[in-house]
């Protein structure tokens, strides 16, 4: 064949090489398919790992409890049993080594998540005793009077 | 064309069809199934239970490094009011990551409207998360590989390789992804992958007072969440969408969208 043809052609080989060579090395070798098939499961395989091992935050009542189960007592038999304590005592990280302490979150507004009246006349949140935030003791903290742990109206 | 010319490219031409069909389907949905039989990742929300304090989205965000004030998230609770002439009026103030706290309904730029007590028919809030689809739309449109879907049913957004071209972004009905203001990535929830693999609640489920919502085994006939998808009336959003969505709703009204 004529010199006209071959040396295009050995551009586009020679791209071509390149390409496939850089692939090889940039592509991770566990880049594949694997379980799902081609439309929804084309991934590299060690990302499912690294997923799996990012770190967690929040540690469960649980963990709580391994030391503070004086404090676990007292709220189990209140109204409040049911909120979880990391909730408003922030999340637990490695406490008790990093942070040492933990923030409580004793302001208004957390209280009023749920205890601000709304009318919801298809939700349980229409049965929570509720407050209007405007008028009820505007700019005091709500732990001033009432227990977190123990909210009971009867017991203040 | 001479009849043996005739014979002879029918022939080809059937057997050249005949093999590309047969090459196409060479994974079928019921070998991807039996593949993997005992595990699939379901949610459920309890419409009824959820009283909208937003506790899952405050440890969501905690959780899973979203941050606080960046006006994203992963899971978010609507508020819909139902007037009794009809007309529907939703909200969810900022994803409701501090709660409803205030009967006035967030409007965006028509401001802060309020429905009077005697109006409302219906009132109720929808919490929302990634429907981690069967057939996810985002995971298709992905250009790289990136988005993929785990063989128990999760989809993940693999951080190293997403180019964040925001197709996946686009692509989702149901609006859940968002561009992580700190990772310049896609991101998504992950049915809280690091917590459930270990045997874990989801953050958003174990932060939630009132069990309004659950994560589970669809494929263990003695799991709670797959027990109530027997048992009980639940439904999934946009199923016109063909997605086949994996959080069910129990107390799903048609004008939650």
Redesign the interface.
């Known amino acids: 064949m004529k010199n006209h043809v071959w040396r295009p052609l050995f551009v586009v080989i020679a791209i071509v090489i390149g390409i496939l060579l850089f692939r090889a090395f940039y592509v991770p070798s566990d880049?594949g398919t694997?379980?799902?098939?081609?439309?929804?499961?084309?991934?590299?395989l060690s990302?499912?790992q690294?997923?799996?091992?990012?770190?967690?935050?929040?540690k469960?009542n649980d963990y709580c409890n391994e030391c503070h189960d004086d404090k676990i007592e007292e709220v189990e038999s209140a109204h409040h049993a049911?909120?979880?304590c990391?909730?408003c005592h922030g999340?637990a990280f490695d406490h008790p080594d990093d942070p040492e302490k933990l923030i409580i979150d004793r302001s208004r507004?957390l209280c009023?998540?749920?205890h601000?009246k709304?009318?919801?006349?298809?939700?349980?949140?229409n049965d929570?005793p509720g407050i209007d935030?405007a008028q009820h003791n505007k700019g005091e903290e709500c732990s001033e009077c009432h227990n977190p742990h123990n909210p009971s109206l009867e017991d203040m | 064309m001479k009849r043996r010319d005739f014979l002879k490219s029918t022939a080809v031409f059937v057997a050249g069809a005949s093999v590309s069909v047969s090459a196409l389907d060479f994974?079928t949905p019921k070998e991807?199934f039996a593949?993997?039989p005992q595990l699939k990742w379901g949610f459920l929300v309890d419409?009824?239970?959820?009283?909208?304090?937003?506790?899952c989205v405050?440890?969501c965000k905690?959780?899973?490094d979203i941050p606080f004030e960046a006006n994203v998230t992963r899971t978010w609770v609507e508020r819909y009011v139902i007037k009794k002439d009809g007309d529907v009026v939703m909200d969810s103030p900022k994803g409701a990551r501090?709660?409803?706290?205030?009967?006035l309904l967030d409007q965006n730029h028509s401001g802060m409207t309020l429905v009077p007590?005697n109006e409302?028919?219906?009132?109720?809030?929808v919490p929302k998360l990634c429907n981690h689809c069967t057939?996810?739309a985002c995971?298709?449109v992905c250009p790289v590989?990136?988005?993929?879907?785990?063989?128990d049913g999760a989809v993940?957004v693999?951080?190293?390789?997403c180019i964040g071209c925001g197709y996946c972004i686009m692509g989702c009905p149901y609006g859940v992804r968002f561009f992580h203001p700190v990772e310049h990535v896609a991101d998504k929830c992950?049915f809280c992958?690091?917590?459930i693999?270990?045997g874990?609640?989801a953050?958003c489920a174990?932060?939630c007072?009132?069990?309004a919502r659950q994560i589970g085994n669809l494929k263990d006939p003695n799991d709670p969440v797959a027990q109530a998808l027997m048992n009980q009336r639940v439904g999934v959003l946009r199923d016109e969408y063909g997605t086949k969505p994996n959080v069910y709703y129990i107390?799903l009204n048609k004008e939650v969208r």
């Not at chain 1, 709304?118 to 949140?125: A, C, G, K, Q, V």
């Open positions: 880049f694997h379980d799902q098939g081609y439309t929804f499961g084309y991934h590299r990302n499912e690294e997923w799996k091992d990012y770190p967690a935050k929040y469960g049911t909120i979880p990391e909730n999340a507004e009023i998540r749920c601000a709304l009318t919801m006349p298809s939700s349980d949140r929570i935030p | 994974i991807l593949a993997n419409t009824h239970k959820c009283v909208g304090c937003g506790f405050k440890a905690t959780e899973n501090e709660g409803f706290t205030t009967k007590e409302i028919a219906q009132a109720f809030f057939t996810p995971v298709q590989g990136a988005t993929y879907q785990t063989a993940l693999d951080r190293t390789w992950t992958y690091h917590r693999k270990k874990d609640n953050a174990q932060a007072p009132y069990g107390g």
